[in-house]
C-alpha cells in the first residue's frame, strides 16, 4: 500500500470515527506510532483521535496502559494476553471509544521459531465491551512488516469495528 493509499485508508476511518461522534486511541510497540500518525495525517484528526500510547518497551507497558508483569513474564510482549491489556488499558487511560494495540517482531532479529519475524498480535476494544485479538504473519523487511501491521489494524478497525 502506498504513502496516498495509507492516508486515505486514514481518512475512512476517521470519517467512520466522526460519523459516531466516537474517538480512538492506540497503544503501538512495533510500529512506534505508525498508525497514529496515519490517523493524524488526515486534516481534522483532532475531532477523533485525542492521544495515543508508544509502549515500546515492557516497562512502558506496564506504566502507560497497565499491562501486568506476571503477563509480560509468562507469555511474553508478542501475544494475545498482552496486547488485549494493552488495548483495554488504553481505552480507560485516553478516555475513548474504540483502542487497538500492536505487539510485534518486524525484524530483522528477534525473532524465534515460536514467535518469527513478523509476527504481530493485534488487540481492538472498545467501551461498548467488543473485544478482538489475532495473530498474523507478515514478510518482507521491517519496513514492510511495520506497514503491513498499520495497514492491517486500520482495516480491522474500519470493518470489524466501525462499520458494524
Known amino acids: 500500500m502506498t504513502d496516498d493509499q495509507l492516508t486515505r485508508l486514514g481518512a475512512e476511518v476517521g470519517a467512520l470515527l466522526r460519523q459516531q461522534s466516537a474517538r480512538v486511541t492506540t497503544a503501538e510497540s512495533c510500529t512506534g506510532g505508525w498508525i497514529a500518525k496515519t490517523i493524524t495525517d488526515v486534516a481534522g484528526s483532532s475531532a477523533w483521535f485525542d492521544c495515543a500510547f508508544i509502549t515500546y518497551s515492557n516497562d512502558a507497558k506496564q506504566r502507560l496502559v497497565g499491562v501486568q508483569a506476571a503477563t509480560l513474564e509468562q507469555w511474553g510482549?508478542?501475544?494475545?494476553?498482552?496486547?488485549?491489556?494493552?488495548?483495554?488499558?488504553?481505552?480507560?487511560?485516553?478516555?475513548?471509544?474504540?483502542?487497538?494495540s500492536v505487539s510485534g517482531i518486524a525484524g530483522p532479529d528477534g525473532g524465534s521459531e515460536e514467535k518469527p519475524v513478523g509476527t504481530v498480535w493485534f488487540g481492538f476494544v472498545s467501551a461498548r465491551g467488543q473485544r478482538l485479538a489475532q495473530r498474523r504473519h507478515f514478510v518482507g523487511d521491517r519496513e514492510a512488516v511495520r506497514r503491513q501491521a498499520t495497514v492491517y489494524a486500520l482495516t480491522t478497525l474500519r470493518d470489524d469495528f466501525l462499520k458494524k
Open 77 to 100: 510482549a508478542v501475544s494475545e494476553q498482552v496486547v488485549t491489556e494493552m488495548a483495554a488499558g488504553a481505552l480507560q487511560a485516553a478516555g475513548a471509544d474504540f483502542a487497538l
